[in-house]
């Protein structure tokens, strides 16, 4: 039956609406394939027929189905047991997944991290603890696989034991981006690898955002943790809004242009992600059918330097989660301290010391950040 | 008739001292010039002889020949009209045979017998008064370059009917013949001295920027400046000539010697008292680079001798021409081989960099910063490995905004900076007074090991460091070197903690 199913997929011109209708309209795929062209003329634009016809011709049915078997790629299409339910509740939902490893389990809590690509510090931290929380707690997280935001959370939840699924905008035998090869290997371990795209299909930027919408659609909570004001992460959001998901997004300041996405998302009306711990135990409240807390949820540390000397308390406590260069710092203590402000060389001395510590870093030459 | 002048080639910034000999005698009448010529050599055949007619002397018809000795010896330009005119009028008899012993003449002539000035004039007098010879005359439009020479009488000719009047007469009626040139070095370098075109106090803030410049410039370590568009990189870029200690008697005719050859020198400024400050823009070629061009001339890293050379917009150089630096960053000086013979130019500068952090010229500010980071990493591997490798501090200046600018006050003029510099260097000196170099940058590792001894506690640091923040072993003596010159700087014999620290935020980061 797949084979017939792969066939009906790999058609081009017959966009995932057509293919509901199509099957609606017919018992399945196999039915469509052994229709004769005038059968077929009755039920469909002529340019639809050709394009099936076309198709039929240079298919070989077996041989192409077997090459996705040895790959181990499963073809779950609408019609099968298997088809996600959450999916299958979105408007017009695909025809076809393509999969490496599993779905995301039905009775699992699943909860959708995004965010962008280029994040700061702080979006790194942030989407590094709650991918933890999520792995501990055993909830399935959802994202793109993509750098920054997608990538560290996934990565994290698969740290902390978690299952993972990414969703991609390419075929799932397709790695990209391939510096996230590890992320990808692991994934296929411990979770899975999903698309819509036949296998070998390479990335394309137009091919992203409607990926985006099997995200928010695998989830049942969406959680943004670091966008700029117009940005695909927007997109996602829409299409959550639209299938009806719960949507929190992660403050930022106004200062941070990175952030002013899910400020503004806030505004409009998404739910608030204070913690870590805070969002899991709502989850728990909202979903406790899905969720029971398996422990006391890890949250977010922030080191306190309680070993540090009153002069690096100081220094440390000017230093941002975001680069600042030196001299913004004196500038910092300056204002604070005034005439008992550290010299330029002490600080130095105190910030190398605090790298050395490894509660810095140093980002470039002269530029300081906290870790977290 | 024959006669011998003496005249000089250059060869590289140095000079040959050439005999040009004149000989005319019976037979068919021609003009035939050997001895290893270039074209524009050759050409003095049509000018003296024109110059000469009108200066109302007439060539009679005789078969007149002329060897430029050593004939082995690539002969360019054209300063050797002079002595070839002097050595014609002398084998027709025109003055006694000794008027012209020890005697040198250059340059160009004119079809109306006026002389022209020439480029390389200064190391063509240097070399005459190291050989003992007593006088020089010269065009005098180059009579004050020439006369900065010690040691050597030179006198300036406009034309060569004064020549021939001065070579014809008494010993007694010489006198104002000719101008004769006074040495004014040490007033041009005086004069220099209280004169500062840029001063470091106009860069307000830039605090970390500033420090690096001024350790840069004590240790002569070479120096990259990255930030943001009008950061002030350039600003601060232009300012590290002056702060570099005041060019010595020796160093300023070394470098004039350079700028001569390549004919930089004014009548006004026959010598170079500042220190030089070359600035290529990126679409240089490799041979105005480093030296070269079918008539060899030195290149603008020659030109930066003793002085800084500034490339600005880094990564928009082709690799292909920074790569051309390594070889002469290495040995302070850049051999030229030709089919004529090789030429070297000493290329002893310090090299400083300034270019965008980023495509977009804002990392790491996040905020502004739309660079993704592969593109980061793409731009970051535009710049040349080798290259990175010889240059020992990075600093990242960042954007004063205007309203902080307004209220910030003035920094340290370049003279207080230079007094500290200049106390560094004397530090150096000392240090490696048995050494064949003169600053911390320059040190090998086995020089590191002898000079930069740790303390314990410094110890501790530097391997604390190494290990937590990733050195590489290079970055490692490079730090070490750094730190060298900060302790220097404060003028402190051991290095210390807080010298560390400092040198340790100057390295470079991959991003």
């Known amino acids: ?372 | 008739m024959f006669r011998s002048v003496l005249t000089g080639c250059l060869c590289g910034v140095d000079a040959n001292i050439i005999h040009a000999e004149v000989d005319v005698s019976t037979g068919l009448p021609g003009f035939s010039m050997v001895g290893s010529l270039s074209n524009e050599v050759k050409e003095a055949r049509e000018r003296v002889q024109v110059a000469l007619k009108n200066t109302d002397f007439d060539l009679p018809p005789n078969k007149i020949t002329i060897n430029l000795s050593p004939a082995d010896i690539r002969k360019d330009g054209t300063c050797f009209d002079l002595p070839i005119a002097v050595g014609l009028l002398g084998c027709f008899g025109l003055f006694e045979e000794e008027r012209i012993e020890g005697v040198l003449f250059l340059g160009e002539l004119g079809l109306n017998g006026e002389i022209k000035p020439v480029n390389g004039v200064l190391p063509i007098v240097k070399a005459a008064a190291k050989q003992g010879i007593r006088e020089c005359i010269v065009p005098k439009r180059n009579l004050a370059e020439g006369s900065v020479i010690p040691g050597i009488i030179v006198r300036g000719a406009e034309h060569i009917r004064q020549v021939l009047e001065f070579l014809q007469a008494e010993e007694e009626e010489k006198k104002g013949l000719l101008v004769t040139g006074e040495c004014r070095l040490e007033d041009f370098l005086k004069q220099a001295e209280n004169s500062c075109s840029l001063d470091f106090a106009e860069v307000k803030g830039q605090k970390m920027a500033k420090r690096a410049a001024e350790i840069a410039a004590a240790g002569f370590h070479n120096l990259a400046l990255s930030g943001p568009p009008s950061a002030g990189k350039s600003m601060i870029a232009k300012r590290i000539p002056g702060i570099l200690p005041k060019l010595t008697i020796q160093e300023a005719l070394d470098v004039s010697a350079i700028y001569s050859v390549a004919g930089l020198l004014t009548e006004e400024m026959p010598i170079v008292t500042e220190r030089p400050f070359q600035s290529p823009h990126h679409t240089i070629s490799g041979a105005a680079l480093v030296g070269g061009g079918s008539k060899v001339r030195p290149g603008a890293i020659s030109l930066a001798h003793k002085g800084v050379l500034f490339l600005d917009e880094l990564t928009e150089f082709p690799r292909s021409i920074l790569e051309n630096l390594r070889q002469p960053i290495e040995d302070k000086r850049v051999n030229i081989v030709r089919v004529h013979g090789s030429y070297v130019f000493p290329t002893d500068f310090m090299l400083v960099c300034a270019m965008n952090p980023c495509k977009c010229g804002f990392y790491p500010d996040k905020n502004k910063c739309t660079c993704t980071e592969n593109e980061l990493h793409r731009y970051r591997g535009k710049l040349s490995g080798p290259l990175i490798d010889r240059i020992d501090m990075y600093v990242e200046t960042q954007r004063v905004d205007l309203r902080s600018l307004s209220k910030m006050e003035k920094g340290e003029s370049t003279a207080v900076i230079r007094e500290r510099v200049s106390k560094a260097r004397g530090l150096q000196e000392r240090r490696f007074r048995e050494l064949p170099f003169q600053f911390n940058s320059q040190m090998e590792v086995q020089d590191i090991e002898r000079f930069c001894h740790l303390e314990e506690k410094e110890k501790r640091l530097m391997e604390l460091a190494y290990n937590s923040l990733e050195l590489s072993a290079r970055t490692y003596h490079r730090v070490l070197k750094v730190s060298r010159t900060i302790a220097d700087l404060e003028g402190e014999e051991r290095i210390l903690e807080r010298h560390i620290s400092e040198a340790l935020a100057y390295r470079f980061m991959k991003g």
């Open chain 1, 1 to 372: 039956m797949r084979k017939y199913d792969y066939f009906l997929d790999t058609c081009p011109g017959v966009g995932d609406k057509r293919k509901n209708t199509i099957l609606r309209a017919v018992k399945d795929s196999k039915e469509i394939y052994d229709m004769s062209e005038k059968d077929l003329s009755g039920l469909l634009r002529p340019e639809i027929v050709q394009a099936l016809l076309q198709h039929r011709e240079k298919w070989k049915l077996e041989e192409e189905y077997n090459k996705l078997e040895e790959k181990g790629i499963q073809l779950v299409t609408l019609p099968m047991e298997e088809y996600p339910e959450r999916l299958r509740r979105i408007p017009d939902p695909p025809f076809a997944l393509y999969v490496r490893g599993r779905l995301p389990g039905e009775e699992q809590l699943s909860v959708a991290v995004i965010g962008a690509r280029d994040c700061s510090e702080y979006g790194e931290y942030v989407a590094e603890a709650l991918g933890n929380c999520l792995g501990e707690q055993g909830i399935s997280l959802i994202s793109g696989m993509a750098r920054g935001i997608d990538g560290i959370s996934q990565m994290a939840a698969l740290k902390a034991g978690g299952a993972s699924y990414g969703v991609l905008g390419c075929g799932v035998d397709v790695c990209y981006p391939k510096s996230n090869r590890l992320l990808y290997d692991r994934l296929l371990e411990k979770g899975g690898i999903i698309s819509t795209y036949p296998p070998g299909t390479a990335p394309r930027a137009s091919l992203f955002p409607p990926r985006n919408r099997i995200v928010s659609g695998l989830c049942d909570v969406l959680v943004v943790v670091e966008a700029r004001q117009r940005s695909g992460t927007s997109i996602t959001v829409e299409m959550a809004l639209e299938q009806g998901k719960d949507v929190y997004a992660v403050p930022g300041r106004l200062t941070d242009r990175l952030s002013d996405g899910c400020n503004r998302m806030l505004k409009d009306g998404a739910q608030i992600f204070l913690s870590p711990k805070e969002f899991v135990e709502e989850l728990s409240m909202r979903y406790g059918n899905m969720l029971t807390l398996r422990k006391t949820a890890s949250d977010i540390m922030i080191p306190e330097g309680e070993k540090l000397s009153e002069q690096e308390l100081m220094v440390y406590q000017a230093l941002d989660l975001y680069p600042l260069p030196v001299e913004k710092v004196l500038e910092k203590l300056q204002r604070k301290k005034g005439a008992q402000a550290p010299e330029f060389s002490q600080v130095m001395i105190i910030l190398m010391g605090l790298c050395v510590k490894g509660l810095i870093v140093q980002n470039t030459s002269g530029w300081f950040s906290k870790t977290v």
